[in-house]
């Protein structure tokens, strides 16, 4: 079986609101979901360093930054890859990490803000519905970006053969290996047809909620025949969803990674400094209750 962990991540001072949803994946393409709960960042960190191999964590947050503000960063040596930026952002506090994202914005004056706050090219190209890591308003990216990188240079830097972060090559053997895929609920909802607007908040979110959670396994093509133990609290709490939806990722991609949407040969070095949202490919889902 294959460890299958899906994370709703929070950057929050108080370090609240990361859910995390546990369970294996059965060789006949289940997903037996354990649980699914709040943590906190260090503990999630420990799961992770800790959690039987093979296996696929698919998190929420962005694991690079826009090529432009990593050239920012890093005016002296070029950039080279996502573990390079892992590194400086590392290097920097919080409130470092703000003041050189103000700084970059605050230089780019005068253009349209979609280029003060450049997307990734990934996200550009092919998610319209997300937000710059940059971003800073409604929502609010620069905890969770700072956070998130944060915890990735840490597993890098102490056991940097345990990884594998797509699109990087593996260092090490794959049935040893955890993958680490970044995964935007969201845009995994959409690619399978279910809804990824509105049930978070809202008149509907209640009903749109249960629409996921109705569908959510033939859309996706993993089975899941004990979502009912998490049915109440996905009901209850949409990032307790939303982590749920990110295992559900996790598993399908365990299931196979190439039903995802995978850079262009044009797109690769973008997405290797700057990081991939990997979804599945929208006429290769489907077929599993």
């Known amino acids: 079986m294959t460890t299958i962990i899906g994370v709703d991540f929070s950057g929050h001072r108080d370090d609240r609101n990361t859910w995390a949803a546990l369970g294996n994946l059965t060789g006949d393409g289940a997903l037996l979901l354990d649980g699914v709960q709040p943590v906190r960042r260090a503990d999630l960190y420990d799961v992770l360093a800790n959690v039987p191999t093979p296996a696929v964590a698919a998190l929420d947050f962005p694991f690079g930054v826009p090529r432009a503000f990593a050239e920012f960063l890093s005016r002296e040596l070029p950039p080279q890859d996502m573990a390079h930026i892992w590194q400086i952002v590392s290097g920097l506090t919080a409130p470092e990490f703000v003041a050189a994202r103000d700084a970059f914005v605050g230089g780019r004056a005068g253009l349209p803000l979609f ?37 990735l240079h840490r597993w890098h830097q102490e056991h940097a053969r345990r990884w594998h972060v797509p699109p990087l090559k593996p260092a090490g053997s794959a049935s040893k290996t955890v993958t680490l895929l970044e995964l935007m609920p969201g845009a995994l909802l959409k690619s399978v ?5 509105g049930y978070k908040k809202g008149r509907s979110a209640l009903e749109r909620r249960d629409e996921i959670l109705g569908g959510l396994a033939e859309a996706s093509g993993v089975g899941l025949p004990n979502l009912g133990r998490v049915r109440m609290a996905c009901r209850a709490n949409d990032d307790c969803l939303d982590a749920v939806v990110a295992a559900v990722g996790a598993a399908a991609w365990a299931m196979d990674s190439s039903r995802f949407h995978h850079p262009e040969r044009d797109e690769l070095a973008d997405a290797e400094l700057e990081g991939w949202i990997y979804v599945p490919n929208s006429d290769a889902v489907g077929g599993s209750g």
């Open 115 to 151: 280029q003060r706050e450049p997307k990734r090219t990934g996200d550009f190209a092919h998610h319209r519905e997300s937000y710059s890591p940059l971003h800073t308003v409604n929502p609010n990216m620069l905890p969770m970006t700072y956070e998130g990188i944060r915890m």
């Open 193 to 197: 047809g279910l809804p990824y607007k």
